[in-house]
């Protein structure tokens, strides 16, 4: 597919993932528009990238967690007929027992990593869908896989992410619209600070570096995978996981409970 004249946004784009992607993408010969919080980190970045690769970049600061701020998001996707690509990166974590949370981060929580995430893709999909093309990549994590004690919120919305994302390529799988589910594993980024866990605490061995991660995220977006996990070596894997879901779905809903609980 040609990127001529093609937009690529990308959320928490001032980060991380989000500056990785855009920095691909761009390379890809896509324009951008960038989406976070922090304003001068995202001019820093679109200057850069305007001057490195000739691509045009406009920014929107915004905090996605703000319902009058989303919508300004919401409304750029619903009308920018150039918009190819939606990257739903922005997202955040926070491990902590729930017992001792606080109610009100973990709401903030939830909005950023799944409601956001929800609206932003709700917006983009009818332009996509009528333009007759169109990619939305949706950042999961391991961790939607593996639950860890503290990590039942930010674990939560992870596999909401996931299951969001497989039931709508379910819904699109006969459109010319790809939808993909990242689930990197950890990664040397920002997310960690003030999270709960330090990154400095997990083994070496096991933490990512961003452009690994986002160039093999790519890799298995070009090779048509619906769900990437960047650090597994056997995609073998991830189909039996699969098909074992699967093997329970006709046993889902039956009239009579099972056997085992009638006496």
């Known amino acids: 597919m040609t990127t001529q004249n093609k937009t690529a946004v990308v959320t928490g784009a001032s980060a991380g993932l989000g500056t990785a992607y855009a920095q691909r993408l761009a390379d890809r010969g896509y324009d951008l528009i960038l989406v976070a919080r922090n304003a001068a980190r995202l ?40 918009i190819a690509v939606l990257i739903n990166n922005a997202g955040g974590a926070l491990f902590s027992p729930l017992a001792t949370s606080d109610a009100a981060v973990s709401e903030a929580l939830i909005n950023l990593n799944v409601t956001s995430l929800t609206r932003l893709t709700t917006a983009v999909l009818p332009g996509l869908l009528a333009r007759g093309h169109g990619t939305v990549v949706n950042i999961s994590s391991a961790l939607a896989l593996n639950f860890l004690p503290g990590g039942a919120v930010y674990s939560g919305t992870k596999s909401y992410v996931l299951t969001f994302t497989q039931a709508l390529q379910q819904e699109l799988a006969e459109s010319p619209v790809t939808v993909q589910a990242v689930l990197p594993c950890a990664v040397r980024t920002e997310l960690w600070d003030g999270s709960g866990i330090e990154l400095a605490a997990l083994p070496d061995e096991s933490v990512m570096s961003v452009d690994d991660a986002v160039d093999a995220a790519l890799a298995g977006l070009d090779a048509g995978e619906p769900v990437t996990i960047p650090s597994l070596p056997r995609i073998s894997d991830w189909e039996a996981f699969e098909k074992a879901r699967q093997a329970l779905v006709p046993n889902l809903s039956q009239r009579v409970p099972a056997d085992r609980y009638r006496g």
Do not use: M, Y
């Open 43 to 82: 001019e820093t970045l679109a200057s850069d990238i305007r001057s490195r690769t000739g691509r045009a970049v406009d920014i929107i600061t915004a905090d996605l967690t703000d319902a009058a701020q989303i919508s300004v998001v919401e409304e750029r996707l619903r009308t920018d007929e150039s």
